[in-house]
């Protein structure tokens, strides 16, 4: 049985080619197809039980039931999970910007800083990337930016490095390379626990 269908696909090429060219293997194909056909004419068939019917879709839609409840749980699970990661993270933002204590110009130590409070802040524009670096000002003029350090910034004198919130009276600034060097005051709230700093009002020095 050779050559017989198992799974009721189509012969490989294989087998067809040699069944084309071979007689005794075409013969007993047909003998066995052919008893195939008769064994399968004389079987007895019979109905199943409704009892029986009932019994297996009653069991099949348990099993169905089950899976879906499964599958709620997981989804319930990963969403707790989720949800208990996003407020941890969030209390360690807080924390962070509540310990953090980068001072600025004016500031005192250990004085607070309020998101809700500009101040004005004097400095000089540069690459941030670079400046960390220790560029001097003329690379840092011709440096043409790259990932999210090589950009336009705010260097106060105290060391401090600062990049500015899209979207402010600071943009103007920003694009133009060759003002790298400039000192500026800018009436801006610090967020220090990231280094930005949200720009109200420039003024050049």
């Not at 080619?17 to 007993?28: F, I, K, S, V, Y």
């Not at 690459?127 to 840092?140: E, F, W």
Request: glycine letters at 12%.
């Amino acid at each position: 049985m050779l050559y017989r269908q198992q799974d009721g696909g189509p012969r490989s090429a294989g087998i067809q080619e040699h069944l084309a060219g071979c007689p005794a293997c075409r013969t007993r194909l047909q003998v066995e197809e052919q008893f195939d056909l008769g064994v399968s004419r004389r079987l007895p068939r019979e109905e199943a039980p409704a009892a029986l019917l009932a019994r297996i879709q009653a069991g099949l839609g348990r099993e169905a039931a089950a899976q879906e409840a499964g599958r709620s749980r997981l989804w319930h699970r990963l969403a707790t999970g989720a949800l208990a990661a996003a407020m941890v993270a969030g209390l360690g933002l807080v924390t962070l910007w509540n310990s953090s204590s980068q001072a600025l110009p004016g500031l005192a130590a250990g004085e607070a800083l309020s998101e809700s409070v500009h101040r004005p802040i004097r400095g000089q524009l540069v690459c941030v990337g670079c400046a960390r670096a220790g560029a001097d000002m003329d690379h840092q003029r011709a440096c043409l930016g790259g990932g999210d350090l090589h950009v336009t910034g705010l260097r106060t004198p105290d060391g401090n490095l600062w990049r500015f919130m899209a979207g402010e009276p600071i943009h103007e600034y920003l694009e133009d390379r060759q003002l790298r060097g400039t000192w500026l005051e800018v009436s801006a709230r610090p967020y220090p626990a990231i280094g930005y700093l949200q720009v109200a009002a420039v003024q050049r020095l």
